[in-house]
């Protein structure tokens, strides 16, 4: 009778999550995990193809989750952001901190980057569609949006960079959403 793989599995996720964390993609050891989970290295090459397949694993879920989660709410524009944090980011901080933090090496390595354009390729169509809705667009370029982008980006990740605590992440937003969405509905001529 086949042995049931499903344990062993949760095991060698829960030990790449803990070795990832730990050392980061670039130091990661594949034999250090297998240690971790009592296995082989070579134990470990049945359920993965290699170190990059089973960081993909780790994380791909939340990349996944989170172009869905900006795909159903790019229309919104009040707090959608600030939302996601609390609802999608926040509850899976381990997963985020790996693509942010211990990624270098990764195909995840620009996460930040990638994610700000993806989510500019969905806004500027937005900006267009409110124009022609009668509300005062301001007239942004890619360049100007791609930077703005960024640096709301870069403040709302900052409490998974530094590893904040949910309650200290939480008023961090509020910060975060009082100075960046007066400027985002203003960029919007939303009143």
């Known amino acids: 009778m086949p042995r049931d793989k499903t344990l062993s599995h949760r095991k060698i996720m829960q030990s790449a999550m803990e070795e990832f964390s730990e050392y980061g993609y670039e130091k990661a050891s594949m034999r250090r995990i297998g240690s971790r989970c009592g296995l082989?290295?070579?134990?470990?090459?049945?359920?993965?193809?290699?170190?990059?397949?089973?960081f993909d694993s780790l994380v791909r879920p939340a990349v996944e989750d989170l172009r869905a989660w900006i795909d159903e709410h790019i229309s919104m524009w009040e707090s959608a952001e600030i939302d996601m944090m609390r609802e999608l980011i926040y509850p899976r901080m381990d997963e985020y901190a790996l693509l942010i933090n211990k990624s270098h090496g990764s195909r995840y390595s620009n996460f930040l980057n990638d994610l700000v354009e993806y989510q500019q390729k969905r806004m500027m169509p937005?900006?267009?569609?409110?124009?022609k809705l009668g509300y005062d667009v301001k007239d942004v370029s890619e360049e100007e949006l791609h930077m703005l982008s960024t640096a709301y980006c870069t403040a709302l990740f900052?409490?998974?960079?530094?590893?904040?605590?949910?309650?200290?992440?939480?008023?961090?937003?509020?910060?975060?959403?009082?100075?960046?969405?007066?400027g985002w509905k203003n960029l919007m001529g939303i009143k």
């Not at 049945?46 to 397949?53: I, M, Q, T």
């Not at 937005?126 to 124009?131: H, P, Q, S, T, V």
């Not at 409490?159 to 969405?181: G, K």
Request: hydrophobic share 45%; aromatic share 16%; charged share 30%.
């Open 40 to 54: 082989t290295a070579a134990a470990l090459y049945r359920h993965f193809d290699n170190k990059e397949a089973m």
């Open 126 to 131: 937005r900006f267009i569609e409110l124009k």
């Open 158 to 182: 900052e409490p998974v960079v530094h590893n904040y605590s949910l309650e200290d992440a939480v008023r961090y937003l509020d910060t975060v959403e009082a100075f960046f969405m007066p």
